[in-house]
């Protein structure tokens, strides 16, 4: 269905397009050509508009002119659905001739309405002249050719000047309108602001939108009691032009209709406002109940601030299940007053933006879900590792895509490791969500358990198949040692990595593809690479790389290449900055190349020098104790750390006891000099050490004790062969 534009959304000529004040500008219509037949009554003559045209008078409540007489034998066309119906002699769609006085209801005085007039073709009501009179006899049913006057001022009504929605079709016109524009909205301010624009000025001068405070979602049953919080108000200009448009004049000071309403209210069950919402439908405000209300609503002392007389509606906003706020709808003094076919236009209204609010809510929920969804299955912060620096991002399909099936991790590994992940499930969906939640545990898991690359990359692989049958995803794991300078990587078909080195050479990893995940019956290869200080891993999804404008292959050299020519703006001895880095990668994305989400891993190898490391083995024998406190006590020389040698031999002591208490094989002792002080103790018991409180009688228990209160941090980690106890010390 083509939208045609109508005069309360699209500004006029000589309208600033930016005014928040709506955009009924008028411009006068030229007069009828002099040829018609019909005689010129000062201007007053006017072409109606054509239909889908915008139609000043059709929309704006106003006092109409006074009407000229037709000719007895002029044939007038009944109008159409959706065009405004031409009136004779020029005169104001919708007004009353000279001789009929159009009564507050809209029904003139002979009883015949100016709706039904215009309806029945344009002669209905109208005086006809005397067939008998002479030819050049003045007609009694004209008067002198001069401006209509306006009944609310006297003065005379300027070419072009609105006239009332005294027809049905108008108001069908202008309620198809302004719930479209309400439509539009997908969350709650876009559908506020749609009600508020769409009324103001066309229907009301001013307008207040109360809502419940909180909002309910779906079938929540609110608790406590009934709040309404003043969402929005709008008002017309308090100036026009003299053409009936708007000037850019300075604010004025505030009227009456800026007084009105305050800003929370509560609703005590069995009041009047709480009756007047009960009943849902809009009520004028000088009936009893809600003349009663209003002091409830806008505060005790802010009602005297409203027009007297039907210039107000209160229209309850009710959603899908209960009410969830009201709408107060006024007109100014100057303006005429609500008429009783008016509150089945503010029904429409109030019923199309609840039912929007309604809508805007779930929608906020449902993308508050998923990002909380998206933003729990993923890190919140990258660990901070020994000998490696981290940077992520994550981009999702779009903005309407919140949650997808890419993910990267990088979990601690003992002897200062550091798994690398990066994975992409099938589809960017909540059930791809879900699935890559599942596997990135599952990957954590089995990481804990210092499995080798490929063995976690076969326990993922079970794990998606019990899962699903189609549950199909690609990964690559990869573990970095910072001792050694050697990284090890497993693919499960994913897109191959990137090694940016020192000098500047970027180079993608050969490393076998291997079976997507959950293909089940294969098995994977794990190649064991470099890893020199210096050097930038990247690891990316395929959304990256491959989109409907390049294959995967070109979206990998192209990435190279990109990588290669950010390194050469820092220099040869310098790596470029790691974040900066990131974000240079993306912005090799063009405008359609985000067809899929993107999970971004690169991690800086900065490795720890031979020097910082000693490294010693410690057979399982009371004196290994003693031993392990002096080979301790060296390093710390030479490396200039006495200040530390007491708390080292103390908690070395304590942890190389346990260690040898139920060793079989030699129990190995290693330091580490970086940032902090790290020392690990590792053995061939795989039973973890727990911290307890010893009783006053124990004569051990304590060593566990000792290590938690004097170590900056303690762990205990399980590996394939045992398991590795270690404790770091602030340096200095």
């Known amino acids: 269905m083509t939208e045609h534009p109508t005069s309360f959304d699209r500004p006029s000529t000589g309208a600033d397009p930016a005014d928040p004040r709506g955009a009924l500008l008028r411009t006068p219509v030229p007069p009828r050509a002099s040829g018609s037949g019909l005689p010129a009554q000062g201007g007053a003559d006017q072409t109606p508009p054509a239909a889908g045209e915008d139609s000043p008078g059709a929309f704006e409540h106003s006092q109409p002119g006074a009407e ?8 007038r066309p009944r109008p159409g659905s959706e065009g405004v119906p031409a009136q004779p002699d020029g005169g104001q769609p919708g007004g009353a001739p000279p001789d009929v006085t159009p009564s507050a209801d809209g029904v003139s005085s002979g009883g015949v309405s100016a709706g039904s007039a215009s309806a029945g073709g344009g002669q209905a009501g109208l005086v006809r002249p005397d067939p008998g009179a002479p030819a050049g006899a003045p007609d009694p049913g004209r008067r002198a050719a001069s401006p209509d006057p306006d009944r609310r001022t006297g003065q005379p009504t300027a070419p072009g000047r609105p006239t009332p929605m005294r027809r049905d079709g108008d108001r069908l016109r202008f309620v198809g309108a302004a719930t479209r524009r309400i439509a539009r909205g997908m969350d709650l301010d876009e559908i506020v602001m749609g009600l508020c624009r769409a009324t103001v000025p066309t229907f009301a001068d001013a307008i207040l939108v109360y809502l419940r405070e909180p909002l309910p979602v779906g079938d929540e049953r609110p608790t406590g009691p009934l709040v309404l919080r003043l969402r929005r108000t709008d008002r017309i200009p308090a100036e026009r032009d003299t053409e009936g448009g708007f000037t850019p004049a300075p604010q004025p000071e505030p ?23 009960r009943g849902v439908r809009p009520v004028f405000t000088d009936t009893p109940a809600a003349r009663a209300a209003l002091p409830e609503l806008l505060g005790e002392d802010r009602d005297f601030a409203l027009p007297d007389g039907r210039r107000a509606i209160l229209a309850p906003l009710r959603g899908r299940r209960r009410v969830i706020g009201a709408a107060l709808f006024l007109r100014g003094p100057e303006r005429i007053a609500f008429e009783a076919d008016d509150l089945l236009v503010a029904a429409q209204l109030a019923t199309h933006s609840a039912l929007g609010i309604d809508k805007a809510v779930l929608y906020g929920r449902e993308a508050y879900i998923a990002d909380e969804l998206q933003r729990t299955m993923l890190p919140e912060n990258l660990p901070r590792c020994t000998g490696v620096r981290l940077a992520s991002r994550y981009l999702p399909a779009a903005e309407t895509a919140r949650v997808g099936g890419d993910w990267y991790d990088a979990i601690p590994l003992p002897g200062s490791r550091v798994a690398l992940v990066v994975g992409d499930v099938m589809g960017h969906s909540m059930t791809s969500a879900a699935i890559m939640g599942q596997l990135r545990t599952t990957a954590q898991t089995l990481a804990g358990l210092d499995l080798p690359p490929q063995e976690v990359l076969h326990h993922l692989d079970e794990q998606a198949q019990r899962l699903g049958t189609d549950r199909m995803a690609t990964c690559l794991y990869a573990v970095y040692d910072p001792v050694a300078h050697r990284i090890t990587v497993a693919n499960a078909g994913h897109p191959p990595p990137v090694l940016l080195h020192l000098g500047g050479h970027a180079e993608v990893l050969r490393v076998p593809a291997g ?38 292959w070109t979206g990998i050299e192209q990435l190279r290449e990109r990588l290669a020519a950010t390194a050469q703006l820092t220099g040869p001895d310098h790596p470029p900055p790691l974040e900066a880095l990131c974000d240079e990668v993306l912005d090799m994305l063009g405008p359609g190349d985000r067809d899929d989400d993107i999970a971004l891993l690169a991690a800086r190898f900065d490795g720890i020098a031979p020097s910082d490391v000693s490294y010693w083995f410690l057979d399982p024998e009371d004196a290994a104790p003693g031993k392990a406190r002096r080979l301790a006590r060296r390093a710390l020389a030479r490396w200039g750390m006495e200040d530390l040698t007491d708390a080292v031999e103390l908690l070395v002591s304590e942890v190389v006891t346990n260690a040898v208490r139920y060793a079989s094989k030699p129990v190995t002792l290693r330091l580490l000099r970086t940032d902090v002080l790290r020392c690990e103790v590792g053995d061939d018991v795989p039973q973890l050490p727990r911290l307890r409180q010893a009783r006053a009688t124990d004569e051990g228990g304590r060593g566990l004790y000792l290590v938690n209160r004097l170590a900056r941090r303690w762990g205990a980690t399980r590996l394939s062969t045992g398991k590795v106890v270690w404790f770091e010390l602030n340096r200095g």
């Not at 000229?68 to 044939?75: L, M, N, R, S």
């Open 255 to 277: 009227s009456e209709l800026e007084t009105v309403g305050a800003e929370l209210c509560e609703v005590r069950p069995g009041s009047a406002l709480a009756e007047v919402l």
């Open 515 to 552: 079976a997507p995940i959950g293909v089940g019956g294969v098995d994977f290869e794990a190649v064991e690479l470099d890893a020199p200080a210096g050097a930038t891993l990247l690891l990316y999804t395929d959304g990256l790389v491959e989109s409907r404008l390049r294959d995967v």
């Open 68 to 75: 000229q007489a037709a000719e007895p034998d002029t044939h």
